[in-house]
Structures are given as structure tokens and as C-alpha cells.
């Protein structure tokens, strides 16, 4: 079974800094996807960035950017420039397609706080 | 256009109570999801559909959890005879197609006294 693991509990950055969020998995699988989300408050969740594990190159959303190491089964998020909206919890998530079904399995969450 | 909605939006419940939590999802989307949340956790997987094909109902705890889609879009989750550790976030997600963007409804908080 895949397990997703994200260490930080919480986390504080100034507006306009850049921010980046930890996220680790664990999977004997080579085809798979990373996906961020998303929570404000509201508790809508929301896709944030996807990646596919055979791409190489980091995916990338406006202020949104991924550091994807395969290797060593790493999936950071960086968020540059953060603004007060994206004050919000964080999940880190799998998926393993083709498998017949489609399940995501989400890490614990960041809470990330910017601040004025 | 419209997203996943889910209703009740808040639901409480005396224990031993059966509730029925109704999700809309987005108009043509193949596949639904059911996941449960538990206060300050991650999302986790109950069930899947894709139309009204239940492929996956390994994450339902109990024998008490039962879901169902039986026209291929609405889908409603039972939970009979509720107890405490029932309370949770229920939240539906649903995609166009298999492996694609999970759209997420607002949730229905479940809480059982």
C-alpha cells in the first residue's frame, strides 16, 4: 500500500515570500501521480499542481511550482510570491492509474498561515 | 457551470440513528469517489463508481457504510446506526473520466452525539 507522508504540521511565511511545503511517499509502483491540493477554510478542496511520475521536468501553475525528485521519492511544493489567499491546509496526494480504480491517497496536510 | 454539491451540509446525529448523505455530481462526470475526513487528518478513501458500477468499496469501515449510484450520477451514502467515531467530514469528489481531476464537493460534517 502507498503511504504519503508530510512532516510539517504547520507553516508561517510572510507575504510576498516564497514558501515550500515537504512531502515524501512511499510506493514500489513506476507510473503514478503527485498531486497538491488545496483547503481554505471553506473546505473546499481544490487541484493545485499535478505531476506524472514519467515526466522529468517539474510541473509548474503561475506562482505554483513542484520539486519532484523520483529517486528519492520526494514531491515538494514551492509557492512563490504568497499572497493571503493562499492561507489554506495543504495535502500532498497519490494515485496510482490503471489500476482500476483511482483512489487518492492524501498525506496528513500543512496548515500554511501567511501574514500580513 | 455547476460543481459537486453535497447536502446536508451539516448533520448531527444521536447515536444509533441511520443518516443518508446525498452527493450531486458534476453533470457528465464518470467517476465518483467518497472519501472521509477525520478532524485534522487527510482525506480518506471509501468508496469509487464509476457510473453506477460500485469497483471499489474497500475503504467503507464497517458493514454499516453502504453507497450507491443506481442511475449513474446523484449517489447517496448510508450509515446505519451511528456511532461517535462516525463523525467525520464526508467529502464527494467526482472526474469526467478515470484518472483525471478530482473535482471536490464542500463536504457534509457528520457529527454524532
Known amino acids: 500500500a502507498q503511504t504519503v507522508t508530510q512532516s510539517q504540521p504547520e507553516m508561517s511565511v510572510q507575504e510576498a515570500e516564497t514558501v515550500t511545503l515537504s512531502c515524501t511517499y512511499d510506493t514500489s509502483e513506476n507510473n503514478y501521480y503527485l498531486f497538491w491540493y488545496k483547503q481554505p477554510p471553506s473546505r473546499q478542496m481544490i487541484l493545485v499542481i499535478r505531476q506524472e511520475a514519467y515526466k522529468q521536468q517539474n510541473a509548474t501553475e503561475n506562482r505554483f511550482s513542484v520539486n519532484f525528485q523520483k529517486a528519492a521519492k520526494s514531491f515538494s511544493l514551492k509557492i512563490s510570491d504568497s499572497q493571503l489567499g493562499d492561507t489554506a491546509m495543504y495535502f500532498c496526494?497519490?494515485?496510482?492509474?490503471?489500476?482500476?480504480?483511482?483512489?487518492?491517497?492524501f498525506g496528513k496536510g500543512t496548515l500554511l498561515t501567511v501574514n500580513p | 457551470g455547476a460543481g459537486v454539491s453535497q447536502s446536508p451540509r451539516y448533520k448531527v446525529a444521536k447515536r444509533g440513528q441511520d443518516v443518508a448523505l446525498r452527493c450531486d455530481p458534476i453533470s457528465g462526470h464518470v467517476s465518483l469517489f467518497w472519501y472521509q475526513q477525520a478532524l485534522g487528518q487527510g482525506p480518506e478513501f471509501l468508496t469509487y463508481?464509476?457510473?453506477?458500477?460500485?469497483?471499489?468499496k474497500s475503504g467503507l469501515p464497517s458493514d454499516r457504510f453502504f453507497a450507491e449510484r443506481p442511475e449513474g450520477s446523484v449517489s447517496t451514502l448510508k450509515i446505519q446506526r451511528t456511532q461517535q467515531e462516525d463523525s467525520a467530514v464526508y467529502l464527494c469528489a467526482s472526474s469526467l473520466y478515470a484518472g483525471d481531476e478530482q473535482y471536490f464537493g464542500p463536504g457534509t460534517r457528520l457529527t454524532v452525539t
Open positions: 463508481f464509476q457510473n453506477e458500477a460500485q469497483l471499489d
Open positions: 496526494a497519490f494515485m496510482k492509474p490503471g489500476s482500476g480504480n483511482y483512489k487518492l491517497t
